[in-house]
Every structure is written in structure tokens, then in C-alpha cells.
């Protein structure tokens, strides 16, 4: 531990202070928090006490379509002769597909029921420009039974030779979707509707876009002309540029039906929403911005949030930090707790390492302006750290305290804020729940003890359900 951490820790007085649980992965740590402390959470909502039952009716029920018997009916030719693609979202999202209780193994069934033969299915995992899945990942998402008894794709957004070009959005972006999801007969999306930090919400036309697209209109889609337009945020549609592109996309392929779910803040099913895309996806939208939305009156001094499930690597914890923006005041602090968890990329991919790293050396604006610039060739994922660095321009560098224990102590000089290890007593042999409780604990009590240094009281808020809450605050 440094010694001016070491210092101001020492002086702090946590006599008195609660008990708060913080997500950290699949399970959770135990941290002391100050009295006054803000528990920031999304509203209670009622989950499914019958999941298989719900996902029946939905599908015997769409939203603004026929069943899918009937659309089968409609393609014109016979049953077993349709071909069917079916876009589901990687293990980064936690969409319940697994199983009588998931919405894949239903859907499956119902497929073949109505005459689809099993081999003219085709199960596309909508990674955008994520890695392809693992076969453990696959099995952990969609169930040993699909696994052996489907035939399931990895979308390649860089292989034109699996590309199909299906022309220029009114925005000019020439685009190119998955040949095997486009030339299929009947088309479905599936996924999770939740908030997201530049389309709004997820699900429905995002599974398309970017889920299925080349990865020129990928780069497009996540440029600085889009992620800085200040109506690219969480549960915001209407001139939202990310949304309309990605919607006027996915309605160009041309989706035959849809299966977006809502969960609640501990993960468990709440709504089942199928058939059209567009009014299948708006419903689940309303409600989830009717629990996901926390109102703020007024912004706090320091905020603690979590990467949550989402977060299995520094790349996705940028939906967290970002969340937590408009809880926290200008130039106040940010505490992440990350379990980032992926075996293979703890940090992300290469390219996000190193443009990781570009933004900690140049900052914000120096990275916002090297993106902008016209000799600036387009790197995959380079998005992620221009987020991030909106989460810099509002508590700067010092102010984002990032607590990983899975990230090597030799990698957090390649991130921007302060390394989550220089609030260890010593270092850790291996990753474990009680070296991450200490990490966040001392990282707590720094910030706070770094106001106490001033004179101050700080104000403090804990974003329970990290990444999936959104926090507004309310104009004055």
C-alpha cells in the first residue's frame, strides 16, 4: 500500500459505519460504507413465478404479429423446407436462454413442431466485434442439449466472404449483415432489454446492428459523430443517432420476430415480450425504464458501483462507469468494483489495450481529438475508451479508483485512474473475495478520508445495482 494511502486511511474513523453488500460477479463482498450513505436502487418489480408458462403465452401471444405457426405458413413453401436463423446474444449478456425456463429450448421446440427440420437451423451468436465464443461458453449459455443438437455460428464481422451487403442507410453507411442470417427464410432476434449507454437500450434492433454487421459500419456506428451526440445515452431513443441507424438496419433485413426479455436487478426474469420487432421491444423498453431509472435530486461527492454481470473484463466495466456519471459531482470520485472474470481477455482485446493506454497517455480530449483527426485510421474498439473518457473529463484521472484483482498488477499501467492494488496491505497470490473486500473497503475509506483531509463531510452514494441502474438527474 502507498504511504500517503496508508496515511489518510489511518485517519479514518469507521465507528458507526453500515454494512453494504457489493456485486462482484457472481457473488458479492461486504463493505462498510459511512451512515449517511445513499443507497441508489432500482424500484422493485414483480418477477415471473412461472417462467416456462410466461415464455408459452408470449410466444402463443406476440406483440403486434402473427404466431410463428402462422408467419411459418406464410413463407410459401413447405415447413420443412424453410430455413430459420436465430441470433443470440453472447455470454457478456445474461439472457436466460438455458433450458424448460429459458426462452431458446421453447422456441426450438415450437420451430419443429410447426414442420422445421432441426438441420435447416441455424443458431448465430450475435458478437458484433466480441470474440467468439468458447465452446464451455456456449454450453454455460444455451444448454448441452442445443449445443450438441444445433448447428450455432459465431458472427465474424471482419470475413466479407460470410457478408451480404444490403445497401446505404439515409446516414450514408453502406452496409453488410450476416449472409447466413439474411438469406435465411425466417429470421428471429432474441436478447436482453436493459439500459444501454449509447443505443439507449439493448435488444431487439441492436442484436442486428452491430450484432450482425460488417465491421465497417460497426466503426461507423460507434465514431465520434455518433457516441458524443449527447442523445446517445442510457434510455434515450427519440434523436438518438445510435438507435436509428441500428433500427433502420435490422428493419432493412427485414426481422420476422422477435423474443426480448426484461430481468430485474438480481438477474431473475420479470416480462417476456415477442413478435414484431419494433412494438415488441418499445413494451419492454417502457417497462424497464419504469424500474431501471433512479431519479436524483441532487449529485454526490463520491459514488461506489460495480461492473455487475456484464462486467468480465475492463471493456465492458465502461457501462458502469458511465452509469455512474450523473450521480457524481465535478471532479468527485468513482469507486468500480470489477470482478473482470474472462480467462482469456481480463483486460479486452489487443487493439483496446493499447488504445486503453493511448487515452491514459494523451487523456480524453487528446484521444477524442486523435480519433477526430483525418489521418486517424478506425481501430477496433477504439469506443471504449472514449467513453471512458467522459467518465475522465468529470472526476479526472484521480477520481476514478478501479478495484480488479484480476487485471496483473504489471497491466494497470496501461489504464487510466488509480490502481485498485495500491489499496492492498500486501499483494495477492491468487484472486480471492476477501483481498477484493479489502481493496474496495480501503479504496472507500481513502476517498472519504481524502475530503475529511479538507475539512469536508463528504456526500456519498452506492449504485446497488451498478451498470443496470440508471441515475438522472432531475433539471432544477
Known sequence: MKSDIKKTIKKVDVQGWKKISVEFGRNAIEVLVPPHCVELTMKEVDILSDPEKAIEEALLNPIGSPPLEEIIRKKGKPPEEISVAIAVSDITRPVPYK????????????????????????????????????DEEKVEMYGKEVVQQYRILDHDCENQDLLESIGTTRRGTHVYVNRDFYTADLKIATGLVESHFFTGISGGRKSICPGLVDVKTIQKFHGPIYLEDPNATNLILEGNPCHEEALEVAQTVGVDFVINVNLDRDMRLVRVFAGDMVEANMKAFELIRSYAEIPLEEEFDIVLTHGGYVGRDHYQTAKAGVGALPAVK???????????????????????????????????????????????????????????????????????????????????????????????????????????????????????????????????????????????????
Open 99 to 134: 433450458g424448460e425456463a429459458g426462452i431458446l429450448w421453447p422456441l426450438l421446440r415450437r420451430l419443429e413442431a410447426s414442420g422445421i427440420k432441426s438441420e435447416k437451423i441455424k443458431i448465430i451468436v450475435a458478437t458484433g466485434m466480441h470474440r467468439a465464443s468458447t
Open 330 to 476: 465535478e471532479g468527485g470520485i468513482i469507486i468500480i468494483a470489477a470482478n473482470n472474470r474472462d480467462l482469456i481477455e481480463p483486460i479486452g482485446s489487443p487493439e483496446y489495450r493499447t488504445l486503453i493506454h493511448l487515452l491514459k497517455l494523451q487523456g480524453p480530449d487528446g484521444y477524442l481529438n486523435i480519433l477526430r483527426s483525418p489521418g486517424w485510421k478506425f481501430t477496433k474498439d477504439q469506443w471504449e475508451p472514449e467513453v471512458w473518457g467522459k467518465v475522465l473529463r468529470k472526476v479526472k484521472e484521480q477520481g476514478l479508483i478501479y478495484c480488479s484483482l484480476e487485471i496483473p498488477r504489471k497491466d494497470y499501467c496501461l489504464l487510466p485512474g488509480v490502481c485498485g492494488y495500491d489499496f492492498l496491505k500486501g499483494e495477492r497470490i491468487k484472486p480471492s473475495f476477501k483481498k477484493a473486500q479489502e481493496m474496495v473497503q480501503n479504496a472507500v475509506m481513502y476517498a472519504v478520508g481524502r475530503y475529511q483531509e479538507r475539512g469536508m463531510k463528504p456526500t456519498m452514494a452506492f449504485i446497488r445495482e451498478g451498470p443496470y441502474a440508471v441515475p438522472t438527474l432531475i433539471s432544477q
